[in-house]
């Protein structure tokens, strides 16, 4: 039985998948191409690359990886050949603008470029239906597995499972349970199902349950701490069994923060929440980037908007509204107006689904996302960034902050386009679903770096194909 103390589901998923796909690759090029013999004459340019690496490259952004994809195989088998065949798309654009980048003209046996795509397309859909259901196989006879040993066996256990069955990175997992009556009582939805779960050592002996489990991780969850035997814990630790706080494992494995359990002097002390100057020069020189390519790309998507507005009645094709970013600072947002004119005549309300104050067009521009791409400008002016928390009007931010503790603290970074809340939270209006979205927001804060932008805006993809994706 593989054992998956770090390893999650989506990574043995993807570990397969490019085996896979490296191994069909040097098979499809010599098919359409036999004149290629040996590895030391393959073609050192675009082709010689850029299909797999876009295959898989797409297969991430669209979500193929996630718990959710995973789960619903049916789903994820619907979707594949969409998602192969855009990654070889991108890839036969790349084999044409390359030469013509490099050389001023195009490359010789372009004409072979159709035979490549199909099948690099069937082959590359091929191998991914067969990773998929290898998994789903290793799921279902529960060969991928871990062996969890949870400290505690109160309501903060309770909520641990739910989250590990709800969110998990893996979708097996044997859990046993350590109880010690200084913890407080035991939750009865726990002690009901299955029996033998909850372990009470004499003495508080947690390395004997965890030898005895052969626990990959020890997690500490308990309702109460106070009093609790550190050094049985450092036993453990000794011994080579991973000893993680309730906290700091659910950040890590959930990828966000549980404001539920939330403990200010976890926060404090553990890491995240930096920002060097190096790292804002990059953010900021990654937007720029970003938003003028995404800009110039979608200019006939937003010129399309602007005239759809225009055709369906009288009034601004922009809506300007006040919006708040870094350090609490207030700016004028520029969007697609989707509302008919004067639709906040009585007031600010939150957006409501099914809002019947959203015109047809309208509509359509807000399943698509095309009424957002207008903040690409606000990104370029330095008013927000791409990646960051969802910016919120003044009002509902004093709201807010003054029924969810830490909410200022989501403005330590500029308002975004797309964001960590957006790809894995479905749109909310409420103060709930505002608590909900923060616990994402938190992650995002307190783990910042451009490779989790780069990761973010390659997910946003997923998000605006298949809003439905978004958990």
């Known amino acids: ?37 040996s590895l030391s ?16 490259l797409l297969l991430f952004a669209m979500g193929l990886y996630r ?6 195989l049916g789903r994820s088998l619907t979707r594949v050949p969409l998602v192969v065949g855009m990654g070889a798309a991108l890839a036969v654009l790349l084999s044409l603008i390359q030469p013509l980048l490099i050389h001023g003209s ?50 903060r256990a309770w909520d641990l499972l739910l989250m590990l069955g709800r969110e998990g990175s893996t979708l097996n997992d044997e859990i046993a349970l350590l109880h010690d009556p200084a913890f407080g009582e035991i939750d009865p939805r726990l002690a009901e199902n299955p029996p033998g779960r909850i372990h009470t ?18 997690i500490v969850a308990p309702d109460e701490r106070r009093g609790m035997n550190l050094q049985r814990l450092l036993e453990c630790k000794r011994a080579g069994f991973p000893v993680v706080q309730y906290l700091s494992f659910v950040e890590t494995e959930i990828r966000r923060i549980d404001l539920k359990r939330m403990e ?32 110039l790309l979608t200019a006939p998507l937003i010129l ?40 906040e005549a009585k007031g600010a309300v939150w957006a409501m689904q099914k809002d019947n104050r959203i015109t047809k067009a309208g509509a359509f521009l807000r399943r698509t996302r095309i009424d957002e791409l207008p903040q690409l400008v606000n990104i370029l002016r330095g008013d ?32 975004g386009l797309t964001g960590w809340a957006q790809i894995n939270y479905p749109y909310g209006a409420s103060i709930d679903d505002a608590r909900s979205k923060l616990s994402y927001d938190l992650y995002y804060v307190k783990n910042f770096s451009i490779l989790f932008d780069f990761v973010i805006l390659l997910q946003t993809l997923r998000v605006v194909l298949w809003p439905s994706g978004v958990r």
């Not at 390893?7 to 098979?27: E, R, S």
């Not at 470029?113 to 799921?139: E, G, K």
């Open 264 to 295: 200010l002097g976890w926060l404090v002390f553990s890491g995240g929440f930096t920002f060097g100057a190096l790292d804002r020069f990059l953010k900021r020189a990654f937007d720029l980037l970003v938003s003028s390519v995404v800009l």
């Open 41 to 56: 004459v393959l073609p050192v340019d675009a082709r010689g690359f850029s299909y797999p690496l876009f295959d898989l």
């Open 201 to 218: 050592p004499a003495g508080f002996d947690v390395l004997a349950v965890a030898r005895m489990a052969a626990a990959d991780m020890i």
């Open 304 to 343: 399309g908007g602007m005239f759809a507005i225009r055709w369906e009645g009288p009034g601004s094709v922009f809506y300007w509204q006040e919006r708040v970013t870094l350090d609490g600072r207030v700016f004028w947002i520029m969007k697609l107006r989707t509302m008919r004119v004067n639709a």
């Open 67 to 72: 718990r959710d994809a995973v789960v619903d």
């Open 384 to 415: 927000m960034s791409f990646v960051g928390p969802r910016p919120e009007r003044p009002m509902f931010v004093a709201e807010l902050a003054d029924k969810i503790p830490l909410y200022n603290e989501r403005h330590m970074v500029k308002a």
């Open 1 to 37: 039985m593989m054992r998956l103390s770090k390893t999650t589901t989506g990574m043995v998923l993807f570990g397969l998948d490019t085996a896979l796909v490296l191994a069909v690759w040097p098979l499809v090029l010599l098919f359409t191409r036999p004149g290629l013999l």
């Open 106 to 155: 195009a490359a010789p046996g372009g004409e072979n470029q159709a035979v490549l795509f199909a099948v690099a397309f069937v082959a590359f859909t091929a191998c991914a239906f067969l990773a998929r259901v290898v998994i789903d196989l290793m799921v279902r006879r529960h060969i991928l597995s871990r062996r969890l040993l949870i400290i505690g066996a109160g309501q």
